[in-house]
């Protein structure tokens, strides 16, 4: 934000496009970190690599970074191509909207090893459910922080009231690109 305000006259008001652009990044902020500390909750129930790492503040780290990349809040992105262009001998036209799967790229073997397991240690892990190169969010490392700060707090003083509240279940809120947990 610093850059993208020093980049403008001094004194100006904020222009449309960086309102806009800033309400979009903390209402997707808000949605993946909610998502990742749900998800990562859920993670901690069903795996037992998850319980074991939980234990120590670095390892809830690993475990919010595992989710991530193994149950990620963001799903699905879109692109637009902005030149004609071929990709796997499919030609699309400047201007056609790309769906990209990123969940389904983080459990390819040829990207993560052991895709399926659930490894908070795992070695070289690669996520793209926060995006990659020019289009990397700018709020992952923030997300990850304030997940493992929430399930830290969580599975601390809370733990048996968690317990609870798992045992009782939950689902998915709906949503096109989100996996999000309510629970009940």
């Given at each position: 934000?610093?850059?993208?305000?020093?980049?403008e006259?001094?004194?100006?008001?904020?222009s449309r496009a960086l309102l806009a652009n800033l309400v979009g990044l903390l209402s997707q902020t808000c949605d993946a970190t909610a998502g990742l500390l749900g998800n990562g909750l859920i993670a901690w129930r069903r795996e037992p690599a998850a319980r074991e790492a939980a234990a120590t503040h670095d390892g809830l780290q690993m475990v919010v970074q595992e989710t991530a990349?193994?149950?990620?809040?963001?799903?699905?992105?879109?692109?637009f191509v902005t030149e004609p262009v071929d990709i796997a001998g499919t030609t699309l036209a400047a201007g056609d909207a790309v769906l990209l799967v990123l969940a389904a790229a983080n459990r390819d073997p040829?990207?993560?090893?052991?895709?399926?397991?659930?490894?908070p240690?795992?070695?070289r892990r690669r996520m793209l459910g926060f995006g990659h190169g020019l289009h990397a969010c700018p709020g992952q490392a923030?997300?990850?922080t304030l997940a493992a700060a929430g399930l830290e707090a969580l599975l601390g003083e809370r733990r048996a009231e968690v317990e609870r509240l798992l045992e009782r279940g939950w689902r998915y809120r709906p949503s096109v690109n989100g996996r999000i947990p309510q629970f009940d």
């Open positions: 934000l610093a850059a993208v305000r020093e980049a006259p001094a004194g100006t008001p904020p990349r193994h149950d990620p809040s963001v799903h699905n992105t879109r692109r040829a990207f993560n090893p052991e895709p399926d397991r659930f490894q240690l795992r070695a923030l997300a990850c």
